[in-house]
């Protein structure tokens, strides 16, 4: 008998009975999709399940497009937002930002987290919308840089997962940016002049809070929280919420405001719809 397609996908998951299957990239994703895809609908409960990475989910897309698959894919959209490029198909979906982490690190879920860790009554808004901002000014010309790499093809990924090398201050990892940093950082990548300001110019309006890489955007905002809750609760020893805690609170936190927020309700719209395709092929 044989288990698996030719493209390396088991032949079990594809025909279960009772369930609708939705792929998605990594471990953190399933948790995030589980938000907005239906626990069941007209009988069909669902399964979604994690193939290892952005490279892996290519295979499921292929099969889906080229051959008719019966289930869903749901992916980050990268930078193929700001390329206005994206994967039309009824049974494929992708965030509404770069990736999961940008869709989850807004404002009102970063205040949330800030008021309940830091034990306040209130939440700080205005600080944190001030930091986003900052966050915006500081990082966009280091979001056009990268973009340019990637899309043109022409070096590895400029931004890595860790923010710190651009801080004012990293012993005290301050959440404030080093614009000289950033800039003498850019100009050592050495890429022509004439497609980076093209590029700056056109792309002038974009923020890099929704557009640049999500794990980079997920460090800084580590990074802010962190800093806010020490300041907020005036411990005299620090104390950190580590990557993990902060992917937990993201997720519980965008799950309950996600009928507050536009873009979270589109997105659940969105996946509806996906999974009611899906079970309309698995019912033929």
């Known amino acids: 008998m ?21 792929y998605v990239e990594g ?40 051959h008719n698959g019966r289930f869903a894919v749901a992916l980050d959209s990268d930078y193929k937002s700001l390329s206005k490029i994206s994967h039309n198909h009824p049974r494929v979906i992708e965030t509404v930002r770069h990736s999961i982490e940008n869709v989850m690190i807004m404002p009102k879920i970063l205040a949330k987290i800030i008021k309940v860790s830091s034990h306040q009554e209130c939440s700080e808004i205005n600080n944190v919308e001030m930091w986003f901002d900052h966050f915006d000014r500081s990082m966009h010309d280091l979001m056009i840089a990268d973009y340019i790499i990637q899309s043109k093809n022409i070096g590895k990924p400029c931004l890595i997962d860790n923010c710190s090398r651009f801080l004012e201050n990293q012993k005290t990892r301050s959440p404030v940016f080093d614009i000289e940093k950033i800039t003498e950082y850019i100009e050592n990548l050495e890429l022509p002049s004439d497609i980076f300001n093209h ?30 809750i020490n300041r907020l609760r005036n411990c005299k020893k ?3 919420i580590s990557n993990d805690n902060l992917y937990s609170m993201l997720f519980l936190a965008c799950e309950s405001l996600s009928s ?11 996946a509806m719809q996906v999974a009611k395709e899906v079970v309309e092929i698995l019912s033929e």
């Not at 044989?2 to 939705?22: M, P, Q, W």
């Not at 507050?260 to 969105?270: A, F, V």
């Open 2 to 22: 044989v288990n698996r397609t030719s493209s390396g996908i088991d032949n079990a998951d594809l025909f279960r009975k009772n369930e609708y299957l939705v």
């Open 27 to 66: 471990k953190y994703d399933i948790n995030f999709w589980s938000i907005f895809f239906p626990g069941e609908i007209n009988g069909y409960k669902r399964n979604i399940k994690q193939v290892g990475g952005s490279g892996e989910i290519e295979k499921y897309l292929d099969l889906l497009t080229k």
């Open 199 to 228: 590029h700056k110019k056109a792309l002038n309006q974009y923020k890099p809070t929704n557009h640049i890489q999500g794990h980079f955007l997920f460090s800084a905002a580590l990074c802010f929280v962190n800093h806010e």
């Open 238 to 240: 620090n104390t950190h």
């Open 260 to 270: 507050d927020l536009d873009e979270l309700q589109l997105m659940r719209q969105k």
